[in-house]
């Protein structure tokens, strides 16, 4: 047995998370995508279709967020109108019979944000919205306020971002030792509150792979930095070896690359994204404005650099388009 498939079920029988997805999430090689970025082969993982009842990567975390929980929990998060997070906690904690309450702030009217902003007001206990991203932390407090009122309140992290999180992401990079048939020269995902690529840079130092994570930043740089990723994944790595359980971290630099996607603000279609949507629609390959276009667009640009093999990790599903 190689070393990723003995890691996995170990990791899930010490944290012990929850069932809320269908793994492995799917890896298509889409050859020609690869040829109009100019890449020798890319692949596409479908984190968009994690769960029938609404996919996208933070399954992956709330699988180790969510439970257990006292049976009356209620739970708070936050996050712009448009966040997947807020809408897959709420879904996800649904179907476990618990309640959310969110705390939220505008971002700009997309189709993609529009949807993901209704079917959140639909699955949450209660929606507190700011009149501004400024607003937020009073917003929070409300909600707070109210969430206490209704149950016991567990807060989740914007974006989930929390060490155990972390972990469901290792868990999905891990599953690319048996999918892949040839080592990549980069992992292309987009880079928010930086749980999922902290999580894939732990799953390529474990499989001794020379892989590059690139995260591409589509939120404030005081949110998503390499600074922030790399102590996630630490905290994940230490979270693990409290339970019996080493992962070899790299000795040298953390293996991931900051690659600048945001433009004039998180949630903010830019030019160069737009055009990455336009280049992977003809190929079936569907991408949202404020995460998967503007990380598909470094796709071509790495290609340039010379990166031949590339994962691109599709993270963003629509609700109800499954
Ligand atoms: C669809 C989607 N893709 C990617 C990301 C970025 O992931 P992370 O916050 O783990 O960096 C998010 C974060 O909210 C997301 O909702």
New binding site residues.
Partial sequence: MSSAAALSPKIRSALAPGSLGDWPTPLESAPGLAAACGAAALWLKREDRSSPRCG???VRGLEFLLGPAPPDVVFLTAGGTG???CLLTAVHAGALGARTVLAQFPQPDTDASRAVAAASAARAALVVRARSPAGLPLALLQAWRAARRMGPVRWIPP?G?HPRAVVGHLLAGLELESQLPDLPDAIVT????????AGLGLAVAALSWPTRIVGVRVAPRLIANRWRTTRLARRAALLLARHGIRLPLPASRFPLAVVEGLGVGYGHPTPLGEAARRLAAPHGLVLDPT?GAKAFAAVPELARRGFRRIVFWH??ALPGGE
């Fill in positions: 996208g990567n933070k966040s997947s997070h974006g971002a987009p880079l928010g509150t930086g749980g999922t690529a995460y993270t963003f």
